[in-house]
């Protein structure tokens, strides 16, 4: 992509404005905290203290409308006490500029390094240290520095206890995690009836994942029916897939597959009632006709093997979901025992979030683990401390007067990735601009005195807090307009900020871009390694799924789901590198787009064929299928040289796993098996699954298809011409021995 299209890009993103579901209750009460701080001290202490505390109550509000699982009282506690401090320390050294200026790259440098902890732990150090450039100028003494930053931490504690009195729709985002990752699978269910190979996104599985991890308090206030189905919702994605996907044993068409289709149906049905119960609290109302699609026994005389089985599971499971989300007695059907402890025997355990006090060690050793060379968080970490201390220099020459806006805004806008500094930068100036000129317009008409101007800081604040996921440009309009307010209400005429910020403001934002340009961290030479990242998780999932096959008496689920978590968390790594890269003005080198995308698609068949295995894994006492041992040993050895390969920008061979899986074929056929095929059924008898060596044999050659198109997709390089002019085969050491697919 080129930088003029990046930059129109970018721009178009910080300046666009979202449909978002508003909160205004939340809003409302943001701003309530806001005022009763900067009422009492407007009476205790006068303006200057009350537009210092105002600051604390102001970003202790703004912490807890971030994506985080946390308490929310104590994110406003953690905001309201650490600017506290980043103030106090700011003033004992800003009359020294050498020191502050010091005091300002090691804060900023922590500051930029802290985003490795979490976006936000991120935002809560960026936000310190760029309002401590502001409230460093408004005391005169360090009694009075003491004295505001003990206002700032009473603006973080009244928050905190308005959050605990007055809770606006508690354990809200745990449920809408919930019910979002319920309702993605019921939309999966559906798009199965008609797509049976759909793609599955796990993001809303692994949101879900997030917001089950509580601390012991939260632990014990939870809602019951935040219990576990989480868990039973993992279990039904595979069998949702299993039951649908035609290589199991379901033909494309025929009276089998529309029993099948009725039940995709109504267990998206039965899915969408949890979810809508579990976001709202309310019990489950389940339609009738959902119901009694499970109930009919008409299943059992039309699917036989795996695909029987895979619906007696998804029954099970869809009952212990109704179960969990509330649904009364009458409307759940009682399954077997047998079938409802395996399910239960499968769920995840309890997942415990640390608590405030430990989260510190736990930050730091994130933020340790990224500083190193070459790490994209120490050059972000590098890159706003070097704009912050240039920034506040540049300011403190120019003759204009509250130089501290341009380090303010570098540093609220600079962001690790190239995308968000870019958009904010943008979204800030332009935000800026409405909302000085607004408030400006506001002061010159109404001529405020210090109450009406602290009124109108605090309607701005409950708009900004309305508005704020709506985009940056909203947020940086009300924001501008905040200031201008809280400042006048210190006792700054307008004519002494507004001028000066719109220019200050601008240069901030300029100085964050150029910085970028000039010491990037660009997310798409890293795709290759993104890449193999996920190669390597995806290919020990296959590897555990293969072993628990070869030896149905060790299986142990917790390595199949510890290996399924790893997948998806490198999964979800790739697709934000590309997304990420989609947005930079850089060349691929080495990776093109459509490269790109076919490793994507061959990765996820491998990913689809692994699952289709983990929803039909043995129980102990199964035969076992003794040459998925030798897959499996093939994949971990070949998975470690591929991944390399990709690394080092060659094409990776996977000689040991194709030997493995034409071994097992010949042994077959020596035996008289018959042609391995995913469907294979045995006898048909709905209380086994048949044939496994058919079943695992048919899945390996899948998985070797997916891996040659891995291959094939990465084997870009054009083939060399023989001295006729024709192509000839691309095979050499650096080509990992892997055919050229364009070459005949």
Known sequence: MSWRRALKDTARSGLAVEKKRLEPLVAVRGALGLALVIAVSLWAFGPVVAASSAFGAFQAAIATFQRS??????????????????????YLTVSQEPLFLALLVLWTFAAGLSW????????????????????????????????????????????AALIVLFPVRRWGAHRDALADALAAEADYARRLRHDPLASFDPLPLMEARDAAAVTPRQARRRPAELHGARGVAERIRPVLASLADPATGVPAEGPARDRVRELLAAAGAVL???AHAIRRGEPVTVPAAALSTFR???????????????????????????ETAGGSTADRKAAGGRGRAEAREQLPAARARPTFLALFPTALRA??????????????????????????????????GHGYWVPLTSVMVMRPDFSQTYSRSVARLGGTVVGVAVATGVVRLADPGTYLSGTLAVVSAALMYLLMR?????????????????????????????????????????????????????????????LADWLTAQGRYAAVVFGSYADPALRSAPDVREALLTARTARAAWHTAVARATAEPVRHRGLSRTAADDAEDA??????????????????????????AGLAEALRESI??????????????????????????????RDDAEPAALDGDGDGDKDNDGDNDAFVRAAARLVLDALTELSEALDTAVPPMTLDGTAAAAKSPDAGGVRNPDSP
Not at 380 to 398: C, D, K, P, Q
Not at 651 to 668: F, G, L
Request: glycine residues 8%; proline residues 6%.
């Open 69 to 90: 699982w946390r308490p929310r009282p104590e994110l406003a506690l953690a905001s309201g006490t650490s600017l506290a401090v980043s103030t106090f320390l700011g």
């Open 116 to 159: 490795a902890a979490g976006p936000t732990i991120g935002l809560i150090a960026s936000s310190n240290v760029a309002i401590m450039l502001v409230t460093v100028t408004l005391p005169t003494s360090v009694a009075q520095a003491a004295g505001h930053a003990a206002m700032m931490v009473v603006g973080g504690v009244v928050q």
């Open 272 to 274: 969408d009632a949890a």
């Open 296 to 322: 009919t026994p008409d299943t059992g005389s039309i699917l036989t093997g795996r695909p029987y089985r895979a619906a007696t599971r998804l029954d099970t499971l869809l009952q212990d979901v109704l």
């Open 367 to 400: 933020m340790r683990k990224e500083l190193r060379r070459g790490s994209p968080m120490t050059r972000h970490a590098t890159r706003v401390s070097a704009v912050a201390a240039t920034g506040y220099v540049l300011g403190a020459w120019l003759p204009l």
């Open 470 to 530: 709506t985009g940056q440009f909203a947020a940086q309009g009300c924001i501008a307009a905040y200031v201008v307010f809280l400042l006048g209400m210190g006792g700054e005429q307008w004519t002494q900020t507004v001028p000066e910020r719109v220019l200050l403001t601008l240069l901030g934002g300029l100085l964050a871009m150029l910085a970028y340009a000039l010491y990037p961290a660009w997310e798409t030479p890293r795709l290759r390694t993104r």
């Open 603 to 628: 990765l996820a068949q491998l990913g689809r064929v692994v699952m289709l295995l983990e929803a039909h894994l043995p129980e102990r006492g199964t035969a076992p299928v003794p040459a998925a």
């Open 640 to 669: 470690q040289q591929g991944a390399r390969a990709v690394r080092e920008r060659r094409v990776p061979a996977w000689d040991a796993v194709r030997a493995a899986v034409e071994a097992w074929e010949t042994a077959a056929s």
